[in-house]
């Protein structure tokens, strides 16, 4: 699988599992500087080494995580504030399907124009691509 993820950098990865240690260095000797609970969750890969990846959250913390516990799958992060609308169509003027809490974490579905299509655990829709992080280019 890690070798499914040797790619030119930078590129959008979501956790595999619903525990990741981040290190701060690219091997289990280093020391875990953060353990992600969040199966999913999307992160930015800006570095590659030896079945590890330098990563970046949306807070902007970097560290390493082995490959393996990453997927090319691409995730989204509701971000902003307040709820952000699910709506049936996109443009803004769909139908609201859902409202999602900052911190939602689903995947990320095609863009168009300022919206893309997101799936929170088999509710879909499509939400406002200011309001997701993972979207776009990383």
Same mark, same amino acid.
């Given at each position: 699988?890690?070798?499914?993820?040797?790619?030119?950098?930078?590129?959008?990865?979501?956790?595999?599992? !619903?525990?990741?240690?981040?290190?701060?260095?690219?091997?289990?000797?280093?020391?875990?500087?953060?353990?992600?609970?969040?199966?999913?969750?999307?992160?930015?890969?800006?570095?590659?080494?030896?079945?590890?990846?330098?990563?970046?959250?949306?807070?902007?913390? /970097?560290?390493?995580?082995?490959?393996?516990?990453?997927?090319?799958?691409?995730?989204?992060?509701?971000?902003?504030?307040?709820?952000?609308?699910?709506?049936?169509?996109?443009?803004?003027?769909? !139908?609201?399907?859902?409202?999602?809490?900052?911190?939602?974490?689903?995947?990320?579905?095609?863009?168009?124009? /300022?919206?893309?299509?997101?799936?929170?655990?088999?509710?879909?829709?499509?939400?406002?691509?200011?309001?997701?992080?993972?979207?776009?280019?990383?």
């Amino acid at each position: 699988m890690a070798a499914a993820q040797d790619r030119e950098v930078p590129y959008w990865a979501s956790m595999r599992a !619903t525990e990741v240690n981040m290190r701060v260095g690219p091997s289990a000797d280093y020391q875990i500087d953060w353990v992600y609970k969040r199966k999913g969750m999307p992160v930015k890969v800006i570095r590659l080494r030896e079945g590890w990846r330098l990563i970046e959250d949306v807070d902007g913390a /970097q560290g390493w995580v082995v490959a393996r516990l990453l997927t090319p799958e691409r995730g989204a992060l509701v971000i902003g504030e307040g709820e952000a609308e699910m709506q049936s169509e996109p443009g803004g003027s769909g !139908t609201i399907r859902w409202r999602l809490a900052p911190g939602v974490v689903g995947v990320l579905g095609k863009c168009q124009g /300022q919206w893309c299509e997101l799936d929170v655990q088999g509710h879909k829709g499509w939400v406002s691509a200011e309001r997701l992080w993972g979207d776009g280019d990383p």
